[in-house]
């Protein structure tokens, strides 16, 4: 373990508070013009899945747990979890869906991902930054609909909902963000 300051976790940083593990999910600074600076975080408590608020002054001292960040490629899922495979060793390693959340709806065949290892254990997970994913259905162009800044609603291929451009159908293939499912670019393929 390594004590780090407050201000300085981010997104997926395993923290030890009270012997207990959690991964950061948020970590937000703020500066108010009077008093002391604080760093709010919204973490997950890895054994349970609880999810809790901490405030800390930024410059305050936290243990941050020793993790190793590994390439592993997404192989399915089935009733005993999230299956990975480390693409050098072959070992396989099971997640549990509810540690993944809602990134497992942007998991594909053969994805590699990053998985942080603790003492053994799959306890978080960094998707790739964009997804290619095909729009299955979305509402018809109005017609004189400016298309400046006027988005519709999509369903795409995942079961997620997003909001695309109006020239967007349905059968189209278009790239989204991982971290909030939005509309980036008509895939290139």
């Known amino acids: 373990m ?5 201000s300085s976790l981010r997104k997926g940083n395993v923290v030890d508070v009270d012997g207990r593990l959690y991964v950061v999910l948020t970590a937000q600074n703020f500066h108010p013009g009077k008093g002391t600076p604080v760093t709010q975080v919204d973490m997950r408590r890895i054994s349970d ?3 809790v608020s901490e405030r800390w002054k930024t410059t305050e001292q936290v243990e941050r ?3 190793e960040d590994a390439k592993f490629t997404y192989l399915y899922a089935d009733g005993e979890g999230v299956h990975f495979m480390n693409p050098e060793t072959y070992d396989q390693v099971v997640m549990d869906p509810e540690t993944i959340g809602d990134a497992q709806a942007y998991l594909q065949e053969s994805m590699e991902v990053m998985l942080s290892i603790h003492e053994g254990n799959a306890i978080a997970i960094d998707l790739p ?4 994913l095909e729009v299955v ?14 988005y519709k609603p999509a369903m795409l291929s995942n079961g997620v909902r997003s ?3 109006p020239h967007i159908t349905a059968g189209t293939r278009i790239v989204v963000l991982t971290e909030d499912g939005s509309y980036v670019e008509r895939a290139k393929d």
């Open 2 to 6: 390594a004590k780090v300051i407050a």
């Open 49 to 51: 899945g609880t999810k």
């Open 65 to 67: 747990a020793h993790v």
């Open 129 to 132: 930054r964009h997804v290619t």
């Open 137 to 150: 259905e979305t509402e018809p162009v109005v017609k004189g609909q400016t298309a400046s800044s006027s």
């Open 163 to 165: 909001s695309v451009p």
